[in-house]
């Protein structure tokens, strides 16, 4: 009898070890699935994008060009291959726009919802929309009003009058503007994500909620340093980024509400 025991325990054990090495092995499928979808969906992208290298060129350079309000804007490249692998890389930050950052998003929520409980479900979407919205939100106001008040606050220290015997006039090299455009732009994003772990924090119980209400004056001063560290140094522009972080806060605190209720 106690053979016959030892038997079945075995038996039982190497049946749980071959259900998890199928469960890892299903899992790892799918995420070798998912994976695939993603590389596939960036390259089209890209391929998309340098089909109109020219449109997206424009669409990055468009900033500049209407604050120097010149007939025949030109900029220029040193190096024989800039101007080609400046394409590629316009090409590129396209596809990690339109296709990286909301498809790892939706991937990831494919992924998780179906082992999560229906409350954690609901969490789980609510900041992954969240992150979403405040993404398309962070580039929006950062391409149509801080880049511009950046730019023009650079371009104002050009020289070009007649009292002085030399001038100082804006000769852009393409492949450094688009550099400092992808630089800049990510540093907005990612400034507009730190409202998104405020409210995914308090749905996962990592912050508790009446901490946040009796610090909220401390939360507006540090969003306001983020604020005036971002942009250029005047008023309008730090207060054109610190007045949207601040209400995606306020967002974060809301839909925290409503899931608890």
């Excluded at 090495?21 to 969906?41: D, S």
């Excluded at 604020?227 to 250029?232: K, L």
Aim: with cysteine; glycine share 4%; charged share 15%.
């Amino acid at each position: 009898d106690r053979a016959s025991d030892y038997g079945s325990e075995g038996y039982r054990f190497e049946s749980f070890q071959t259900y998890n090495i199928q469960m890892i092995n299903l899992h790892l499928n799918e995420i070798k699935w998912r994976i695939f979808y993603l590389i596939t969906g960036i390259l089209n992208t890209f391929f998309v994008g340098y089909i109109y290298s020219y449109e997206v060129l424009f669409l990055f350079t468009k900033p500049l060009i209407e604050i120097t309000d010149k007939p025949n804007a030109s900029f220029i490249f040193t190096e024989l291959t800039e101007a080609f692998f400046i394409q590629i890389e316009s090409s590129f930050i396209i596809a990690i726009i339109f296709a990286f950052c909301p498809l790892v998003l939706i991937h990831l929520w494919l992924y998780l919802k179906p082992s999560l409980f229906e409350y954690e479900a609901k969490a789980l979407t609510n900041i992954l929309i969240l992150f979403l919205i405040s993404i398309i939100f962070g580039f929006i106001i950062g391409y149509s009003k801080i880049i511009p008040t950046a730019w023009q606050f650079f371009i104002n220290f050009e020289l070009n009058l007649e009292t002085l015997p030399y001038s100082i006039m804006l000769e852009a090299k393409i492949k450094e503007y688009i550099d400092l455009l992808f630089r800049f732009t990510c540093m907005i994003v990612l400034a507009f994500q730190i409202p998104c772990f405020v409210g995914a924090a308090l749905i996962t119980s990592l912050i508790k909620i009446e901490t946040v209400i009796t610090k909220r004056r401390y939360i507006f001063f540090i969003v306001w340093l983020i604020a005036a560290f971002i942009t250029p140094p005047d008023i309008i522009s730090q207060i054109v980024m610190a007045i949207p972080l601040y209400f995606f806060i306020e967002v974060g605190f809301l839909i925290y509400f409503l899931i608890k209720k």
